[in-house]
């Protein structure tokens, strides 16, 4: 084994070598001329060779060539290409603008993917979404949403109406990182899950990774989804204004200093409240059902050599049944990040990051209240290389630390409520990790992707740490005082990932990848509400960790009109964690009696079929998976179906531009139910009827599929464009089971009866947008 | 706050501008599984006989009648080495012959139906005395509804009460299960009042409540709490069979428990 890994290591040195050729370095960053922006993923190619780069997601680029006389052919989505001479006699900085294409072409910019083909590169199970295909999607009631149009690609299933979460390949929904700028948003819902916190306004795009995370991510098992806000244009100053049914909102955007620092800010807030409040019922005129969110950013291009950015997000819900019961959540993400560029060579970013989710429920009894509050906060560093090592690799390295100061719960009771002030204890832990990663393009076919994150998890007091025995009894306690460390763990996770060219058209790819999960949701219900239990590892919950190898096969038509793909993944799951029946999980301070733990597996085939030009874009998704646990506690410790399986989950989204007046769009889904347990007998204690389940998931609730059509007019006006948007969402009005319950028929004592509710049948919707 | 009236309140203001939310029954394609024995019993501070009935589960569309089971061998055991041998009704209903339940005491509930045995421990714990039980109006989703309160004081501690009430109005017994405990409330006057899960949930003037207050152990009440929430056939948690104290793979319950019981009479205001 030694002699091998010696053998690889020296291949792997010799390939970064350099031959007696002199070399030099083109480096530099490519914007969009109209706005500003950094061109993300823009690509540098220099013509007649086979050398190639694309701009990493702050428009950087590096290219390091023999001496000699170039060609340069810069293109991104949606711009004009243009073409460069240069005479590479010595390092050259370049500062390309690049300028809109034709407004006809901008509008086709599809999905996943974009116009950048997904034959290049090794990197499998990655999807990217521009915030103008979900514009151009139909919008649920009116309100565009990148969380929700993410459910529409291959090995990603919604977890149902009225749930922002989203099943990553037989992932739980806990189990994807989503960032905001670099930040964590633990909670990505508005109104319960209705919609999702992501302005459309303020955001640029999203990258979700569902198989191989490169090394700079972690922490979470599933998925990562990378979404970015807009950086505001620098050049010149703009207003957009829009109205719907449910949101509102508007946002402003321009040069601080023209060219070299612009802001964007974005608010948004809902108008039901007014709807309330209008009622003539007097049993709701009083409730409330609110929610605002705040987007800002600033950016400073400080010389060539550096940039600063400067994010914030803040939103709230708010609901009240007046005097009876509220419920309030919300995030707060700041962050800020430092681009410098060393050299030509080198570029390095630093984030600093925190990010704050937090929930109060308000009690009312005999007219005097108690809150509980709860908070979770992350204080975040990274710390990011990129070095552009040679014309075939780009290494990747860099470190990150995390601080988690987790709030479980704290009761504060006005004297008559009959409760007494209580304060859960609060939780402490340090997440470090190491990381590199490098892009080795091998030969012209064979491009291979290999690195590790390093990640430590350091379980901190101060507070009280318990044993548990089988069947949920403390057996001992121990305290900890501040900063002591409870447990340690240490864990390598490899990356890997193999992309091979077997002709122009088409690639074959592999990936294996570890992730490890120090943060855990615990939850007892599919369904999902803001207050769900947040926990840390500890010494009794251990690090979540999974394996997944995935392969698949990538081709195009030779005019890129149509492409294809065919993915396959197995991941398995340790230390998944479930809560016993019945417990209280939100009323009870030590938490790790009501657990149990156990593995998980998940696999399936995910296949997507494209569309990417002309008036008709679009896409097919289809994926065939299946996502097992085992818990020795639950069904005779049998494999039993997770809440996040769909056997089959298939969506078909088209986008219509006839001309540049309309635009119109569809889509439609279609999943297997949830599982769930429908009762295999029923009994009787204490003069009620109860119902008995024999296994746990067995049956399914029905399948649930949906139609939603969508149509915009855009008009132009010589001072403002103006966009007027409307559809209907679940079109043919089909009754989808949100769950299931089960009662005494009303009619007939002697019986019982199932009873499905639904949410949503047909919801039509209007929307006007106008845009100085 | 639970989730259903979250979301009720959500299907509340989606209603205001032209949504709402639906129920429908539907035919559920079933698997009856193969009768499984429920035992149940119980043992109080009040004088005896105290009751253990043993009968079947019976398909989820089936009638509401559950056959009993004669011909066991029960036995209920105190601390003390006395072992109560109940004697047999033949309709699935047996009852003991001289024992006394007392505060503090451990029980051990023995069940023998043919080659199966089944077993349970319940340990009665002191009883926290119920005063009274009045009748008050609460807010209730912007109306005023009356309730019955169960007028306690919680124990200081140290360690935690755990109630369970049972309430029957007009003779009727409210199948909503009401559970509490004294972990945020020592020391405390009680304020848990018995709101039926209904959406009339309201008393009215005339009707007569009588509440059953039972202290029980902590196994007891989390039976309690996972019945009305994995087996009452709401939506609340996953569906799931409470953990019980019984072992041998049967359902139901072993309670050993102090019961008190007052009224009230809903008078007009």
């Known amino acids: 084994m030694p002699r091998t890994l010696i053998l690889i290591l020296t291949i792997l040195l010799l390939s970064f070598g350099t031959n007696a050729q002199t070399k030099y370095t083109i480096s530099g960053t490519i914007r969009a001329g109209r706005t500003g922006e950094s061109a993300i993923r823009a690509t540098v190619l220099v013509s007649g060779q086979h050398y190639g780069i694309t701009t ?200 601080i200093g023209k060219g070299e620092s612009s802001f964007l800010v974005a608010a948004r807030t809902t108008r039901i409240n007014a709807g309330l409040a209008a009622s ?369 989950n298939a969506a078909i989204v088209a986008i219509y531009h006839p001309n540049d007046k309309w635009s119109l769009s569809a889509s439609w889904v279609y999943y297997t139910g949830s599982p769930i347990s429908y009762p295999n007998g029923k009994y009787n204690v204490d003069g009620r009827n109860v119902f008995y389940f024999a296994s746990r998931n067995g049956d399914r609730l029905p399948s649930y599929h949906r139609l939603d059509l969508g149509a915009t007019r855009h008009y132009t006006h010589k001072k403002y464009k103006a966009d007027l948007s409307f559809g209907a969402y679940n079109a043919y009005d089909r009754y989808n089971a949100y769950y299931i319950t089960y009662r005494q028929n009303p009619d007939n004592p002697d019986q019982t009866q199932a009873v499905q509710t639904t949410l949503f049948g047909i919801i039509p919707y209007i929307a006007y947008t106008i845009k100085f | 706050m639970n989730k259903k009236s979250l979301i009720s309140l959500l299907c509340i203001g989606l209603s205001c501008i032209g949504l709402s939310a639906c129920t429908k029954v539907i035919d559920l394609n079933v698997h009856n599984s193969a009768p499984v024995y429920v035992i149940e019993g119980n043992v109080t501070d009040q004088p005896g006989p105290y009751q253990v009935k043993i009968s079947n589960t019976v398909g989820f569309y089936a009638g509401n009648q559950y056959p009993g089971v004669p011909g066991a061998a029960v036995t209920i055991a105190d601390g003390a080495g006395h072992t109560d041998h109940l004697t047999d009704h033949g309709d699935g209903i047996y009852s003991t012959v001289a024992l006394q339940g007392v505060s503090g005491q451990t029980y051990t509930l023995q069940v023998v139906i043919g080659k199966d045995t089944f077993a349970a421990v319940s340990s009665m714990p002191a009883r926290v005395n119920l005063d009274s039980v009045v009748i008050q109006p609460v807010l209730n989703g912007g109306k005023t509804v009356l309730v019955a309160v169960p007028e306690f004081v919680n124990p200081q501690g140290p360690g935690v009460a755990y109630y369970f009430f049972d309430q029957t109005i007009d003779g009727y017994l409210d199948q909503s299960l009401y559970y509490w405990t004294s972990q945020f409330s020592a020391g405390l006057e009680n304020n848990f009042n018995l709101e039926r899960a209904s959406n009339d949930s309201t008393l009215h003037v005339g009707d007569t409540v009588q509440v059953e207050m039972q202290c029980l152990d902590q196994p007891m009440y989390n039976y309690w709490s996972g019945v009305d929430q994995s087996a009452s056939g709401s939506a609340q948690a996953n569906p799931g069979n409470p953990t019980t104290n019984l072992t041998g793979g049967a359902l139901g319950y072993f309670s050993a428990h102090t019961s008190q019981v007052k009224g009230a009479r809903v008078a007009q205001r």
């Open chain 1, 56 to 255: 990493n997601e702050y428009g950087f680029f590096s290219l390091t060539m023999p001496a000699g006389h170039y060609t340069l052919v810069i293109s991104a989505v949606s711009m004009q290409p243009q073409t460069m001479d240069v005479d590479l006699t010595k390092d050259i900085r370049l500062e390309v603008s690049l300028e809109a294409a034709a407004a006809q072409l901008q509008s086709v910019v599809v999905s996943a993917g974009t116009n950048e083909s997904k034959l290049a590169g090794t990197a499998m199970g990655v999807d990217r979404l521009s915030a103008s295909t979900v514009r151009d999607l139909p919008a649920f009631l009116g309100a565009p949403d990148v969380l929700k149009t993410i459910q529409l690609l291959p090995g990603v299933a919604s977890a149902g109406d009225g749930n922002t979460g989203f099943y990553v390949r037989g992932g739980a929904p806990d189990q994807n990182l989503i960032l905001l700028d670099g930040a964590t948003v633990y909670n990505p819902s508005h109104l319960l899950g209705f919609i999702s916190t992501f302005n459309p306004d303020a955001v640029r795009d999203v990258t979700l990774y569902k198989g191989d995370m490169p090394p700079a991510y972690g922490g979470r098992l599933s998925s990562v989804a990378d979404i970015r806000m807009s950086e505001g244009n620098n050049q010149t100053y703009h207003v957009n204004a829009n109205v719907g049914v449910i949101t509102s909102g508007i946002e402003a955007e321009g040069p």
């Open chain 1, 280 to 648: 003539h019922d007097s049993t709701i005129d009083k409730d409330k059902i609110g929610f605002y969110d705040l987007n800002a950013k600033l950016n400073f291009r400080m010389g060539s050599a550096d940039h600063l950015y400067l994010s914030g997000y803040l939103g709230q819900d708010n609901l009240l049944i007046y005097q009876e019961a509220g419920l309030a959540w919300g995030n707060g993400i700041a962050s800020l990040r430092w681009n410098h560029v060393f050299g030509h060579r080198l570029f390095a970013n630093t984030t600093l990051s925190l990010s704050n989710y937090n929930w109060k429920i308000t009690g009312y009894t005999n007219g005097s209240t108690w809150v509980v509050r709860s908070t979770l906060d992350d204080w975040a560093f990274k710390q990011q290389w990129e070095w552009y090592a040679a014309p075939h690799h780009t290494v990747r390295f860099g470190a990150e630390s995390i601080y988690h100061d987790l709030h479980p719960a704290k009761l504060d009771a006005q004297p008559g409520t009959g409760l007494n002030d209580t304060s859960f204890q609060s939780r402490y832990g340090w997440e470090n990790a190491l990381f590199a990663g490098d892009d080795w393009t091998v030969s012209d076919r064979l491009t291979l992707t290999y690195g590790a994150r390093l990640t430590n998890y350091t379980v901190l007091g101060p507070g009280n740490f318990y044993d548990v025995n089988a069947v949920g009894m403390v057996t001992k306690t121990i305290g900890y005082t501040s900063g002591r460390s409870v447990a340690n763990y240490f864990h390598p996770e490899p990356r890997v990932g193999l992309a091979y060219v077997l002709d122009s058209r088409s690639t074959v790819k592999a990936s294996y990848a570890r992730m490890v999960q120090n943060v855990h949701q615990l939850t007892n219900s599919a369904e999902s509400l803001p207050t769900q239990r947040w926990d840390l590892t500890n010494n009794n919950i251990q690090p979540e960790i999974s394996d997944q190898v995935s392969l698949g096969y990538y081709r195009e038509t030779a005019d890129r009109m149509y492409s294809w793909s065919v993915e396959g993944f197995y991941k398995k799951m340790q230390h998944q964690i479930d809560v016993r029946t019945g417990a209280e999980i939100e009323t009870t301070d030590i938490v790790d009696k009501e657990l149990m733990y156990g593995q998980g597996r998940a696999y399936g085939v995910e296949g997507q079929l494209k569309k990417n030009k002309g008036k008709l874009t679009g896409w097919i998704s289809y994926t065939l998976s299946r996502s097992q646990l085992q818990i020795d506690s639950i069904n005779n410790g049998q494999w039993y179906t997770a809440p996040q399986d769909r056997t089959h």
